[in-house]
T-cell receptor, first 117, second 109 residues
Framework: KAGVTQTPRYLIKTRGQQVTLSCSPI?????VSWYQQTPGQGLQFLFE???????NKGNFPGRFSGRQFSNSRSEMNVSTLELGDSALYLC????????????????FGPGTRLTVL | AQRVTQPEKLLSVFKGAPVELKCNYS??????LFWYVQYSRQRLQLLLR??SRESIKGFTADLNKGETSFHLKKPFAQEEDSAMYYC???????????FGTGTRLKVLA
């Protein structure tokens, strides 16, 4: 099976702009999670989607939003970009996300490197 | 609030020496705990999870609920173990993972 793919891989934006990142999960996976990775904070959970529904979210401002489509592909959007939003954004998919312990392994994509100038 | 703490940012050991990467968590219930690893130029991937009680690449991790720890251990480090290691906690039913800030392991020849 093909792994998790994320597009674009690199992005440069300026403050105040908005950006949309895309994630295609492994075929058959229905749960998609997003993380922000920075050197100082490590991985911070943004949100998780399953069957087009957001089931949980982290402590990020409302400028960060996401959605999931019927084919499980997911997008996240950041509006009014700030310098501090520069980070690697990781997407991860899980087989079922039903709470089955053996289905909870997360498979990560390569990430999208966002630079805000 | 739930939290995962990895106190060491960098751990350097010599090849053949024992390795212990520390992980402490704060959660009052029964968490699901994982270790993820990221080798150079590779994706973050699961190394092991406490529920399966298995040894992967010689690594083991034991959940100590009394000390709220989930330290990762290997008796004899190898150069190919050099990587970034993340401890992660998932609260059952929440579908939310909390990661530590990671420990970079360097195994010296």
């Amino acid at each position: 099976k093909a792994g998790v793919t994320q597009t674009p891989r690199y992005l440069i934006k300026t403050r105040g702009q908005q950006v949309t990142l895309s994630c295609s999960p492994i075929s058959g996976h229905r749960s998609v999670s997003w993380y922000q990775q920075t050197p100082g904070q490590g991985l911070q959970f943004l949100f998780e989607y399953f069957s087009e529904t957001q089931r949980n979210k982290g402590n990020f401002p409302g400028r960060f939003s996401g959605r999931q489509f019927s084919n499980s592909r997911s997008e996240m959007n950041v509006s009014t970009l700030e310098l501090g939003d520069s980070a690697l954004y990781l997407c991860a998919s899980s087989p079922s996300g039903t709470g089955n312990r053996f289905g909870d392994e997360q498979f990560f994509g390569p990430g999208t490197r966002l630079t805000v100038l | 609030a739930q939290r995962v703490t990895q106190p060491e940012k960098l751990l350097s050991v010599f090849k053949g020496a024992p390795v212990e990467l520390k992980c402490n968590y704060s959660y009052s219930g029964s968490p699901e705990l994982f270790w993820y690893v990221q080798y150079s130029r590779q994706r973050l991937q699961l190394l092991l999870r406490h529920i399966s009680r298995e040894s992967i690449k010689g690594f083991t991790a034991d959940l100590n609920k009394g000390e709220t720890s989930f330290h990762l251990k290997k008796p004899f480090a190898q150069e190919e173990d050099s990587a970034m290691y993340y401890c992660a906690l998932m609260i059952p039913g929440t579908y939310k993972y909390i990661f530590g800030t990671g420990t970079r392991l360097k195994v010296l020849a």
